[in-house]
């Protein structure tokens, strides 16, 4: 292990590399980050970065969105298969058609989508300006919302607009165990129960506080409470027990009993994959520049509102 990390270290050295990791990614890979964020504070990160590699330990589609913004520089992720199933939910021709049947309404999609499907969308959002960016179209105006029909479905009852929704959702947040909340909250009464807005509302309806990754996190570590039940994926809890030593986090079971309740995709990334892409170049992102263009104006747009 400790070799793989001084191999590491020298490659991204080497390279002129910057490592970028999403919250959901193993304590070792978040440990050993340039910076460490939700999809948004990626986004930024990526579009402030000067190094000439950026290797994205993350999925897909956050890899695509760092290669959107930095065209002129080699962005890598460990494993290509790392995927979504909210961004595979909606096929680009699908998306097609469905925005086609739409043709009055503004399109706001989730970041959680391909690059082919961000080029037809008006403007993109986060879990962290959802609420913001829905805000920000005119009020006469119709919306569609894609992928995240849970996400789109909170975001209709924070802003009161009502929204077409594409029926997408993300296969981790969707099978939290409403029984299990329920014997959790009772075996810890004092317990802030934490949720992020992917879960469906039967699970957030027992939510004290609805957010982000990074929302979820700096929420916890502002709280008064001492214990938490947090129902995201398992990864962010490493930071939680970091950056708040003295209190307890305690992880939602799903529908198959699993009390880790990992993203697959994020989870297909290792150390010995990171050295692997820093040493060989490979995989790279690689977006054909007239739909990575059309992608960009509407990233631009949600980045310029946040
Ligand atoms: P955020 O990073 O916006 O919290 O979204 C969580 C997620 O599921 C990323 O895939
Ligand atoms: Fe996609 Fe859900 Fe995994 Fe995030 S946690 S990458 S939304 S499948």
Not at 30 to 48: E, H, I, N, T, Y
Not at 57 to 84: Q, S, W, Y
Not at 172 to 180: A, C, D, G, K, R
Request: hydrophobic share 40%; glycine share 2%.
């Amino acid at each position: 292990m400790n070799k793989l990390i001084e191999k590491l270290n020298r490659l991204r050295k080497e390279r002129n590399a910057v490592i970028l990791a999403h919250y959901y990614q193993d304590s070792i890979i978040q440990d050993l980050a340039d910076f460490l964020g939700d999809s948004l504070a990626l986004a930024q990160a990526a579009k402030k970065t000067k190094a000439d590699v950026i290797l994205f330990c993350g999925v897909h589609f956050m890899a695509e969105t760092a290669k959107i913004l930095n065209p002129d520089r080699i962005v890598l992720i460990p494993d290509l298969n790392a995927g979504c199933s909210l961004a595979d939910s909606a096929p680009p021709d699908k998306f097609k058609q469905w925005v086609d049947s739409h043709p009055d309404h503004v399109v706001i999609s989730y970041i959680n989508c391909t690059a082919n499907v961000k080029a037809m969308s008006d403007i993109i959002c986060t879990s962290s300006n959802a609420v913001k960016i829905v805000n920000s179209v005119p009020p006469d105006k119709k919306i569609c919302f894609a992928p995240d029909k849970y996400l789109g479905k909170y975001i209709i009852k924070q802003t009161g607009r009502d929204m077409v929704l594409w029926d997408g959702s993300c296969q981790v947040h969707e099978i939290f165990s409403e029984l299990e909340v329920i014997k959790l909250t009772n075996k810890y009464p004092e317990a802030e129960v934490i949720a992020h807005p992917e879960c469906p509302e039967n699970i957030l309806n027992y939510a004290d506080f609805i957010g982000s990754t990074t929302s979820l996190l700096n929420y916890a570590i502002q709280s008064s409470s001492h214990e938490f039940i947090v129902l995201t994926e398992t990864g962010i809890i490493h930071q939680m027990q970091l950056k708040a030593p003295q209190k307890k986090f305690y992880p939602v079971p799903n529908l198959n009993g699993c009390s880790c309740n990992d993203c697959p995709h994020m989870k297909l990334n290792t150390l010995e994959k990171m050295v692997n892409a820093l040493e060989t170049l490979h995989p790279q992102i690689i977006i054909p520049e007239d739909i990575r263009l059309r992608a960009l104006k509407p990233l631009e747009r949600m980045l310029e509102l946040s």
